[in-house]
Nanobody
């Protein structure tokens, strides 16, 4: 059974930094895509950053230059380093993992990030 466990969220002041982690377990297939999404109150879930099997990365315009996605294949863990945080970054952050086969699409439980003074 695949499980994604996120950690690292919390309360931070504007301009501060946080690092989110998403550890995957129960993986028995090749991973195609890993991503971080976020959902703020009253808004749709949006893709923040992603990394593919070929280590191609992609970022939302709103976080380019401030967020960095990386992964440790040995630990099946993906990270999101967030810097220069702004109040508008406040949201629940979810990690996503997709394999190449249909039906291999998994989500973590979410971790709250609050940017406030």
């Amino acid at each position: 059974q695949v499980q994604l466990v996120e950690s690292g969220g919390g309360l931070v002041q504007p301009g501060g930094s946080l690092r989110l982690s998403c550890a995957a377990s129960g993986i028995t297939f090749s991973i195609k895509f890993r991503g971080w999404y976020r959902q703020a109150p009253g808004k749709q879930r949006e893709l923040v950053a992603s990394i593919t099997a070929g280590v191609n990365t992609n970022y939302a315009d709103s976080v380019k230059g401030r967020f960095t996605i990386s992964r440790d294949n040995a630990k099946n863990t993906v990270y999101l380093q967030m810097s220069s945080l702004k109040p508008e970054d406040t949201a629940v952050y979810y990690c996503n993992l997709q394999g190449w086969s249909k039906g291999t699409d998994y989500w973590g439980q979410g971790t709250q990030v609050t940017v406030s003074s």
